[in-house]
């Protein structure tokens, strides 16, 4: 069983950017598709950038975050990151790491393809 931990959340001014951490266990960030996920107050848990398996490593990103947000992964580190710039308060809410089962080229956005998630860590953006 793969497990995923995050850091790196904290509470931000408007404009400021973070890095969120996921460090990964049992399983290897290239070997398979990776995720952020946010779920902020009283919405639906949301897909917000991805990256594919393999060496190339195909990003996608949710239009919030396009140009925004920058997924990256250190394989000798295992681990998955995320940077965030420019936030906005908009952008408040638990951020997920997720990582497939199985190798995946061409990553997607949504919950249902991904298998194993951290416990998450919070960001929050004051205005």
């Known amino acids: 069983q793969a497990q995923l931990v995050e850091s790196g959340g904290a509470s931000v001014q408007a404009g400021g950017s973070l890095r969120l951490s996921c460090s990964v266990s049992?399983?290897?960030?290239?070997?398979?598709?990776m995720a952020w996920f946010r779920q902020r107050p009283g919405e639906e848990r949301e897909g917000i950038a991805a990256?594919?398996?393999?060496?190339?490593?195909?990003?996608v990103y949710a239009d919030s975050v396009k140009g925004r947000f920058t997924i990256s992964r250190d394989m000798y580190k295992n681990s998955l990151y995320l940077q965030l710039s420019s936030l906005q308060p908009e952008d408040t809410a638990m951020y997920y790491c997720?990582?497939?089962?199985?190798?995946?080229?061409?990553?997607?956005?949504?919950?249902?393809?991904?298998?194993?998630w951290g416990q998450g860590t919070q960001v929050n953006v004051a205005s």
């Open positions: 990256m594919g398996s393999g060496s190339t490593g195909t990003t």
């Open positions: 049992r399983l290897t960030v290239t070997g398979t598709a």
């Open positions: 997720a990582a497939a089962q199985r190798w995946r080229v061409v990553p997607g956005l949504y919950d249902f393809e991904y298998d194993y």
